[in-house]
């Protein structure tokens, strides 16, 4: 089992910028890839961005690309989301995953752990 403990959402204005964190607990953090999801009301949950379990490789999904980045701390079993330039349409509920392959994916099935979100509501 994993525990995964999101933090770091709250609103912030359009243009700016926000940092969320991922705390693990639990089986071994550095075996697992680590991958950001959000979902906001009445639309499906969608990829945001992954790192694979060294930390060497990062997928991006297309609407975040060159502003979202992933990166993680193995020592800390932390995996961070630093999102710039946000737009009112990044405002959703962004949760983390561990995936137990260990090289990241943007399918949402192969994510076997997940936390329990933390909301990002950007203003215009």
């Known amino acids: 089992q994993v525990q995964l403990v999101e933090s770091g959402g709250g609103l912030v204005q359009a243009g700016g910028s926000l940092k969320l964190s991922c705390a693990a607990s639990g089986r071994t953090f550095s075996n697992y890839a680590m991958g950001w999801f959000r979902q906001a009301p009445g639309k499906e949950r969608e990829f945001v961005v992954a790192?694979?379990?060294?930390?060497?490789?990062?997928y991006s999904g297309d609407s975040v690309k060159g502003r979202f980045s992933i990166s993680r701390d193995n020592i800390k079993n932390t995996v961070y989301l630093q999102m710039n330039s946000l737009r009112p349409e990044d405002t959703a509920r962004y949760y983390c995953?561990?995936?137990?392959?260990?090289?990241?994916?943007?399918?949402?099935?192969?994510?076997?752990?997940w936390g329990q979100g933390t909301q990002v509501t950007v203003s215009s």
């Open positions: 995953a561990a995936d137990p392959t260990g090289w990241g994916t943007q399918a949402p099935s192969k994510y076997v752990y």
């Open positions: 790192i694979s379990w060294s930390g060497g490789i990062t």
